[in-house]
């Protein structure tokens, strides 16, 4: 009898408490989501999405940084036809960028199928081709300019010692004809391993079957690599490519650490054209004009290749 009145009691309350609709409940599900994800959200609308349409709304505007901000129209966008650096920065930019993305993406490619196989101490080479991706910029600088060092660089040594003539060296960083090959050789090199990691993880989800029934049609290495490999990482191979077409429009770093843009403007890149305008001249509007530019030529090639993919 006590049990039958405790129950009686217990139904009782449940009655009186409030019952929550469907509404109710995914509002409270939605509250309790957003309440996770507000702590990144608000740091990324304070340090990221607040300056980047600031910036945009700068790009029609003057400012040095200092006296009031004033309004431009379109002034800042006239000044590029007639910024002769602003056009070698964006041609030198096409350059870096056509040049750099697939050789950067055949080495990966390359390092990833070679380190793949079965062979005595791969996981050491893995260790050092993917080393200089996250060693010190300024530490692997430093080595390049002596390695490649005009004068007494160990690479114009071996060079004299294959018989090139003394005179016909190339003068790499401080020549204007070879610094942006020493700037792409240099960009190759310290991108490539991180990418031959992404490589490797899609080489391991190919399924063995294939191969095994290409070697039962008595396919050669190549046509292995080029009719199984190949269109299997072609998943892989767009986001590579993406991502090094996004970091080549990007460049700075290198630049900066290297030739700081020259001799001349042979490796004025639009990054670096952007840092000199807001920072040694400070024309803030007319830079933020600059990266405008910027944002929307990557923009355009991203979406023309997420296009040809999907087309494809």
Known sequence: MVAATVNSEARAEARRKPVMSKRQRRLRSNLVAYSFIAPNFIGFAIFTLGPIIFAFALAFMHWDGSNPITFAGLDNFWKLFDDRAFKAAFWNTIIYTVFSVPLT???????????????????????????????????????????????????????????????????????????????????????????????????????????????????????????????????????????????SFKVFDQIFMITQGGPGTSTLVLVYHIYNEAFISWDLGYSSMVALVLFLLVLVITIAQFRYVRED
């Open 105 to 247: 993406l055949a080495c990966a490619l390359g390092l990833a199928v070679l380190l793949n196989q079965k062979i005595f101490g791969r996981d050491f080479f893995r260790t050092a081709m993917f080393f200089p991706y996250v060693a010190s910029l300024v530490a692997v600088a430093v080595v390049w300019n002596m390695l490649f060092n005009p004068e007494m660089g160990p690479v114009n040594m071996i060079l004299y010692t294959m018989g090139l003539d003394p005179q016909s060296m190339p003068g790499w960083a401080a020549d204007r004809n070879w610094a942006m090959v020493t700037v792409i050789l240099f960009g190759i090199w310290k991108s490539m391993g991180y990418y031959m990691v992404i490589y490797l993880a899609g080489l391991q989800g190919i399924n063995a079957e294939l191969y095994e029934a290409a070697d039962l049609d008595g396919a050669t290495a190549w046509q292995k690599f080029w009719y199984v490999t190949v269109p299997q990482l072609a998943p892989t191979t767009f986001f590579v490519s993406v991502m090094l077409t996004i970091q």
